[in-house]
C-alpha cells in the first residue's frame, strides 16, 4: 500500500471557514441566477449587483470548494505557450484579443482587492515559461516574440531565481497570485442582501428558459429573467460543450520551505513534462506549491504515482523534506485554445455559460464574470466574438478527432472491463470494475472490508467509470464525471448519483 506525504485537501480550502449562507428561499424571483460559486459565477454576480440587479448565486457544495478552490491561484496572461500558436492558427487581431481580455482580467482583481480592501494575500510578481535543455529554446523565443508583437510585458530571460538552471525562459511583468479562497467568500459576502441571495448545498437538477426562466433545484424553483451556468462543464448538455473540451486533471503537493530558499515569482515548464511553481504565506513562513502531472480525467488508475513524481521533484530540486498538503484538481480544456462565453445555443436568449477554461481559470473565469456580466446588461464587449460560446467549433482538428475518437472508445470498450470478475475478487483498498448479475459494477473494498458497490454507468452520458486510487473515487473518461465510492456525485457535468447496489443481494 502506498503511502502518501500531507492532508489530502486543498490549502486554500483547509485554511478558510466553512461559512452559512442564505437559507434556500423557493419560487424566489430575481433578475439572474447563476449556477456555480466559483471565480466566473462570483465575479458575475459581483459586477451584476454593483450594476443594480438581484442575484441568486447557487451552489451544489460550499462556496469555491470545486475547481476554483483547488487551482494553483495563479493571475497570469502568461498561459505556458499559447502566443505563437494563436497567431498562426486564428491571426494577430484575434490573438492580441486573447491577450487584452486576459490582461484585463489581472486589472480587474486588483481593482476588486484594491476596492474592496480583501485581504487574500494578493501580490504582484513576474510569472515565466521556462525551458530546461537547449532544445527547447526556439519555442521559448518564438513565444517571446508572439508576446512582444501583441503588446504584452514579455522579455526572454536566461537566469531565474529557481534553484537549478535553464535554457531559457518567458518572463511576464506585473502579473499576480493570491489567495483564492479568502478572495472568493469576500466577495461572496458582499452579494448578499437588497434582494440578491446565495445557496450553497442546493443542486441544480434543471434548468428552462422562459420568461422568466426557471432554475429546478433539490429543494425548489428559482426564477429569474436570465441564468449563467458557471458549473466547469456546464450541466446542460444542449451546447455539446462536453464534445467541443475535453477533462483534464492534475495534482498539487505543497510542502513549508524555508524563504531564503524559496524561489521568487511564479513558473511553469514547457509541454506535457511541465512542473508549475509558486510560494504562498504559510504559518508565519512560506508554502512551496509544486503541480503537474496532468493526464485526461479517467484514464490513469494508479494516481498515487502522480504525487510521488511530484514529491521527488520538490524534494530533489528545492531540497524539502516534509509536505503538508497534496490535492488535485480538473479543468476542461478546449479544442481551439479559447474558452467558450456566451449564450447556451443560438436559439437561447437567457441562458448563458462559461467553459473551456484550459487550466487557466483565475483569468478565464474573471474575464468569463466580465464578459457575461456585460451581455446581461446589454453592454459591447470587445471580447464576445472572439469567446462566444456558439461559434463554430474545430472538430475536424488533431486535437478534436483525437478526443472524441477516445470517448468512443471508452463507451464501448470498456464494458468489456471486469466481465470475470467479481465482489469476491476486490482486495482490501481496491477499487475494481465487476460484474454481478450481469450487471457492470464499480466496487471498492475499504481497508475494514467493507464493500461499496455502485452502478459502473455514469449517469451522464452512460459510459463506465475508472477507478482513481489515490482519490478513492470513480471518474468518468469521456466527460469527466468524478463520483465517490459511495456513488455520490463530486464533479459535474453529471448531476444524479450512482445507483448503489447491495452486494449482500447480489
Known amino acids: 500500500m502506498v503511502i502518501l506525504s500531507g492532508t489530502p485537501v486543498s490549502y486554500w480550502i483547509d485554511s478558510t471557514p466553512e461559512n452559512n449562507f442564505s437559507p434556500f428561499v423557493d419560487n424566489l424571483l430575481v433578475d439572474v441566477a447563476i449556477v456555480g460559486a466559483g471565480i466566473a459565477g462570483l465575479t458575475a454576480a459581483t459586477l451584476l449587483k454593483r450594476a443594480g440587479k438581484t442575484v441568486a448565486v447557487i451552489e451544489s457544495k460550499q462556496i469555491a470548494t470545486g475547481t476554483s478552490g483547488h487551482t494553483t491561484a495563479k493571475v497570469t496572461s502568461l498561459h505556458q505557450l499559447i502566443y505563437a500558436d494563436l ?63 501583441l503588446g504584452l510585458p514579455a522579455s526572454f530571460v536566461k537566469e531565474t531565481s529557481l534553484p537549478f538552471s535553464i535554457a531559457g525562459a518567458v518572463k511576464f511583468d506585473n502579473q499576480a497570485q493570491f489567495h483564492v479562497r479568502k478572495y472568493l467568500l469576500h466577495l461572496a459576502k458582499n452579494i448578499l442582501g437588497n434582494g440578491s441571495y446565495l445557496f450553497e448545498e442546493t443542486r441544480v437538477e434543471a434548468v428552462e428558459e422562459g420568461n422568466p426562466s426557471q432554475v429546478k433545484t433539490n429543494k425548489g424553483v428559482v426564477r429569474a429573467q436570465d441564468v449563467i451556468v458557471t458549473t466547469n462543464l456546464p450541466i446542460l448538455n444542449e451546447g455539446l460543450f462536453f464534445a467541443k473540451t475535453y477533462p483534464k486533471r492534475s495534482y498539487i503537493v505543497a510542502a513549508p520551505i524555508d524563504p531564503a530558499k524559496a524561489p521568487e515569482g511564479m513558473f511553469i515548464g514547457i509541454d506535457n513534462r511541465y512542473r508549475s511553481i509558486r510560494t504562498t504565506p504559510y504559518d508565519g513562513g512560506l508554502l512551496l506549491l509544486v503541480g503537474g502531472e496532468g493526464h485526461k480525467t479517467g484514464t490513469v488508475e494508479d494516481t498515487e504515482k502522480c504525487y510521488l513524481r511530484l514529491e521527488e ?168 464525471a468524478r463520483f465517490s465510492c459511495d456513488g455520490e456525485v463530486l464533479h459535474g457535468p453529471a448531476i444524479d448519483n450512482l445507483e448503489k447496489i447491495n452486494p449482500k443481494q447480489s
Open 87 to 149: 497567431i498562426e492558427q486564428l491571426g494577430k487581431e484575434k490573438a492580441r484579443i486573447y491577450a487584452e481580455s486576459n490582461q484585463a482580467a489581472i486589472d480587474r482583481v486588483a481593482q476588486f482587492v484594491e476596492e474592496e480592501r480583501i485581504e487574500c494575500d494578493f501580490s504582484r510578481q513576474s510569472a515565466y515559461t521556462f525551458a530546461e535543455f537547449p532544445e527547447d529554446l526556439k519555442k521559448i523565443e518564438a513565444e517571446v516574440e508572439a508576446a512582444i508583437a
Open 313 to 480: 521533484y520538490a524534494r530533489s530540486r528545492f531540497g524539502v523534506d516534509s509536505f503538508a498538503y497534496r490535492w488535485s484538481t480538473q479543468d476542461m480544456v478546449s479544442f481551439d485554445k479559447l474558452p467558450y462565453i456566451g449564450k447556451l445555443t443560438p436559439f437561447n436568449n437567457h441562458i448563458y455559460v462559461a467553459t473551456g477554461f484550459s487550466l487557466w481559470g483565475m483569468t478565464k473565469g474573471t474575464l468569463s464574470g466580465m464578459l457575461l456580466s456585460d451581455l446581461i446588461l446589454g453592454r459591447n464587449n470587445p471580447w464576445a466574438d472572439l469567446c462566444d460560446a456558439t461559434r463554430a467549433t474545430p472538430f475536424v482538428s488533431q486535437t478534436s478527432i483525437k478526443e472524441n475518437a477516445d470517448v468512443a472508445v471508452h463507451w464501448l470498450g470498456d464494458r468489456f472491463k471486469g466481465l470475470t470478475s467479481s465482489l469476491a475478487s476486490v482486495s482490501q483498498g481496491e477499487g475494481k470494475l465487476v460484474t454481478v448479475d450481469g450487471k457492470k459494477v464499480a466496487a471498492y473494498r475499504d481497508e475494514g472490508g467493507t464493500i461499496h458497490a455502485v452502478s459502473a454507468t455514469c449517469t451522464h452520458l452512460g459510459c463506465i467509470v475508472n477507478w482513481n486510487s489515490a482519490e478513492k473515487s470513480w471518474d468518468c473518461p469521456c466527460h469527466g
